[in-house]
């Protein structure tokens, strides 16, 4: 073997040996890296010392999140936790570990404290303003569903739904669904094959963006069916969004600027429809809002 | 790394050391499977094994009473064999109720009800396992200790001692594979079946006797698991390539014995193997292969997406074309990994064995006078199991388990690595060692390949009993794998732990949520005496959870559509435990605010 050859092999053999020690380290000592139970509580106690009306906690990673719940799922509500999205919220309390952040730290950081393998922070920024929440306020709208030839045929409000006539499987109601994997409080509506589902808003209030969230919800029912659903928003008879789900969609959020509107009570109609409605579980939420 | 030669007395001391490889690796397993719950499929297969035993015991009482033949009959078979049929040819499944039926101590008396046939006796003829589930997994242990062994005999084909002792801990220390070894499932026997192959087609292609051994023993494979089927398509990728100088000249090698005993014994034992086929042979073998050429896509998370479908978009095709290359690099221990890398490096390098033109093939030793190809030979072992997971058609759902029969030939070539390592080493840094360490250099090869199998055997420790959940250095373990969007685990067997809580907080409606811990598992459980009887079972779907006041969700990227329904139903987010591993949660549980509960742990 040459010099070089021999050297390499040596520089090859200190660098598996190498590997071999930190691997064999790393696997021996990686759970005490790991956040503790105690960790856990001193964050709880600390957020819960200052945690406000109006505030979010969130777990980065967010697989972290059951664990965070588990300590302050009582600062949750199911809508909190199944949000929309994060504007409304204008202090975010995130517990992190591993150096992980979520998308929902935006704004000032306020503070931060590292308790163990946690560091628990505090983002403050401009909550935005909500005027109207459609899922909140689903007891206010009118449900009709829309055949070519018969019309409008009206969806009597229950006591936790609209169930429209003859078919089972047309409703509208609040409920927490799975969509793209992410729990999300929506209105779950499916939509009828040759017919359109209209959920429609008397006078809701509203501010300078109309945000819009869908998808489609039900993991077993994205696989067993392929079509899109078509979401059309109408706000004073006029359509201002035409928003397709489907199956890899998730829950897909638009913005609609409503400025010209801000501070008045206009009509806002959602329509449903599929042309291929089979299995198709379709949600979405809407708040009227200024950023 | 030329053939070894072996004296009589180096065989004898290769068969105690191969033999103390699979007590050694028996005992781990012995020592550690109490601690991992019951899948889903091993209830099932458990169920299974008691009924086959069923059968066998209903046949001696016919033989005693002279009525042998209404054993024979269709509802004689089918009573008992149905069971599990047509999913999986039952040679393990016979093992782990014989086992059972020989090994399982005095079960929990309140268990007696969940047994699938009525049985009377206290306790098996050798009762040396406390729980019944043990006895179950026995045979599966077993296997796993021949695993051992056989990869030590198969590397001992290339390499000195201690680098094959070192093959055969790199082959049964792999996380995943160690999760698999013990379960009353498949998958780790075919493994072994798949070694065994392996190494009696490797020693048929000189020797005739090892060509008709080969056929008997792939006729058991068949009987294992389906993936045995495959076995001989990359034996012939080997055997082509060993005689491609031949086919380039136009002319065909001759078909090995090893081959045609194969297509002999293989149908013949698996027909024969199986009562559930005898009642219509044909008929039920092609349901049999049809179930698993359609086999539905079960969900499976893998890079942060759910695949429950054949991709059909080419960037969908071609992300999920990576999965069996990633799972084996985020999952196999590293240093593993690159001792593989070295000892391909030097299988590829490795000079062609000059022909002995005296002595040419024949069908009986087809391998005989001409190179036999150990290059080829290992990569169709462990890269043609993979390139079967990489089309983009076949389901991926068990992850690392179906293409583990590539898993101890990998080790094999990472510990030719490791071989390859230490010659390097032994030639330039050994001769220049100081006089006073010299000494020591008898004791450096021992030393150097425990330092190599280290990294393995401490992560397998590791990740015990959440051998799934588990990912390696690259990945950042357990963590890192779930921040990759890494599939968690499958089966619904992580519970265990959480039983005893589980027990003192039942719901006074006795109406649990089990969600994938099927009710097989639970009868189990139950009989193991590791969990209290009458705690409810509401059943499976968001119903059940409805009418549930109590219920868990075992981790996995598509179950979040049932901890929505916890939410919107409980009207909680909170729950009352949440497992991890290292931070990672594994199995929630929630607890219905305001319902009643009760402690059925105390009397």
């Given amino acids: 073997m040459d010099l070089r050859r021999s050297r390499l092999a040596v520089l090859l053999v200190a660098a598996l040996v190498l590997l071999a020690i930190v691997e064999s380290v790393n696997a021996i000592t990686a759970s005490l890296f790991a956040p503790s139970e105690k960790d856990w509580q001193a964050v709880a106690s600390a957020v819960k010392a200052e945690f406000k009306e109006g505030d979010l906690v969130v777990a980065a990673p967010a697989w972290a999140d059951p664990v965070m719940r588990l300590h302050m799922g009582d600062l949750l509500t199911p809508a909190i936790a199944a949000r929309l999205d994060d504007d409304r919220f204008g202090r975010v309390w995130q517990v992190a570990q591993r150096g992980a952040r979520t998308p929902e730290v935006r704004g000032t950081l306020a503070q931060s404290h590292r308790y163990g393998a946690l560091t628990l922070e505090r983002y403050d920024r401009k909550p935005a303003k909500v005027h109207f929440d459609f899922v909140a306020a689903w007891h206010r709208a009118r449900v009709v569903r829309r055949e070519p030839g018969r019309g409008e045929l009206d969806c009597p409000r229950g006591t936790d739904r609209f169930a429209c006539p003859n078919l089972g499987f047309n409703f509208v109601k609040p409920e927490i669904l799975e969509i793209g994997h992410s729990l999300r409080q929506a209105l779950y509506a499916q939509p009828v094959g040759g017919a359109t589902v209209v959920i429609e808003f008397g006078e809701p209030e509203l501010g300078s963006e109309l945000v819009v969230a869908a998808g489609l919800h039900h993991v077993w029912f994205r696989k067993a069916g392929d079509g899109d659903v078509v979401l059309r928003v109408f706000i004073g008879g006029h359509e201002r969004l035409v928003q397709k789900s489907d199956n890899a969609s998730g829950w897909q959020r638009s913005r609609i600027d409503t400025a010209d509107l801000a501070g008045t009570h206009v009509p806002v109609r959602f329509e449903i429809t599929s042309e291929r409605p089979f299995a198709r579980h379709f949600g979405f939420a809407a708040e009227a809002r200024s950023p | 790394m030329s053939t070894v030669l072996l004296t009589p007395r180096d065989r004898r001391i290769d068969r105690g050391i191969a033999a103390l490889l699979a007590v050694l690796t028996l005992c781990w397993l012995l020592g550690t499977e109490g601690k991992q719950g019951i899948g889903r499929d091993e209830a099932q297969y458990m169920r299974a094994a008691e009924r086959y035993w069923g059968w066998f015991a ?20 089918d009573t008992y064999w149905s069971d599990n049929a047509p999913d999986h040819p039952v040679v393990m499944k016979i093992l782990y109720g014989v086992s059972w ?52 005999c198969l590397a001992r084909e290339f390499l000195p001692r201690t680098p094959s002792v070192l093959a055969a801990v790199l082959a049964v220390a792999q996380p995943h594979y160690f999760f698999h070894a013990p379960l009353a499932c498949f998958d780790a026997p075919v493994t072994t079946m798949a070694v065994a192959v392996g190494l009696c087609y490797w020693k048929a292609l000189r020797s005739s006797r090892w060509g008709l051994i080969t056929g008997v023993v792939f006729g058991i494979a068949l009987g294992v698991k389906h993936n045995a089927w495959l076995m001989p398509i990359f ?44 009642v219509s042979p044909i008929a039920r073998t092609q349901i049999y292969v049809m179930r698993h050429l359609q086999h539905e896509h079960y969900n ?32 196999v221990p590293v240093t593993t990994l690159l001792l593989a890398v070295v000892g391909a490096v030097f299988l590829i390098r490795r000079r062609k064995s000059v022909s002995n033109p005296e002595s040419t093939p024949t069908w009986k030793t087809p391998g005989r006078g001409i190179d036999r190809a150990r290059g080829a030979y290992f990569a169709v072992q462990v890269l043609g199991p993979m390139a079967v997971l990489t089309v983009p058609s076949t389901p991926i759902f068990g992850g690392v388990k179906h293409f583990m029969p590539a898993a101890p030939y990998l080790a094999i070539v990472a510990a030719m690595g490791a071989h390859a390592a230490w010659l390097a080493l032994s030639t330039t840094v050994v001769p220049n060692l100081a006089a006073r360490w010299r000494r020591l250099v008898p004791s450096l090869p021992v030393a150097f390949a425990a330092l190599l199998a280290l990294p393995a055997v401490s992560e397998t420790q590791r990740s015990h009993p959440d051998g799934l959940s588990h990912y390696n250095l690259i990945a950042g373990g357990f963590a890192g794998g779930a921040t990759l969007g890494m599939n968690r685990q499958f089966w619904g067997y992580s519970v265990l732990p959480l039983l005893g809580s589980m027990a003192k907080n039942t719901p006074a409606r006795r109406n649990v949520y089990w969600h994938d811990v099927m009710g097989d598992a639970l009868n189990l459980y139950i009989r193991d005496g590791r969990l209290p009887p009458g705690m409810g079972n509401t059943g499976v779907g968001e119903d059940a959870i409805r009418n549930s006041d109590m219920g868990i969700i075992v981790h996995e990227l598509h179950m979040n559509l049932y901890e929505a329904v916890f939410w919107d139903n409980y009207r909680t987010v909170q729950p009352t435990w949440v497992r991890t591993r290292e931070g990672v949660p594994i199995v929630t549980g929630y607890k219905r605010p305001g319902a009643p509960f009760v402690d059925l742990t105390t009397p």
């Fill in chain 2, 235 to 278: 034996l012939c990728g080997h055997y082509i390539w060993m005689h491609r100088a031949r086919l380039m000249r136009f002319r065909l090698p001759p078909i090995p014995l090893a081959f045609v005993a194969m297509l002999v014994a293989g149908p013949l034992l698996f027909v024969a193997h199986w009562p559930w086929i005898w």
């Fill in chain 2, 58 to 77: 209903h046949l001696t009482d016919n033989i005693k009473s002279g009525h042998i033949r209404s054993s024979f009959t269709r509802s004689g078979l």
């Fill in chain 2, 300 to 331: 499976f998370e893998y890079l942060g997406r759910n695949w429950n479908l054949p991709p059909t978009e080419i960037g969908d095709q071609l992300l999920r074309a990576t999965f069996p290359w990633v799972s084996t690099a985020l999952t």
């Fill in chain 2, 101 to 152: 039926r020989l090994f399982h101590g005095k079960e929990a008396e309140v268990g007696r009800s969940y047994h699938p046939l009525a049985y009377e006796l206290d306790h098996g003829t050798i009762p040396i396992f406390r729980r019944p589930t043990t006895a179950f997994r026995f045979p599966a242990m077993l296997m796993a200790g021949l695993l051992a062994a056989l990869v030590f």
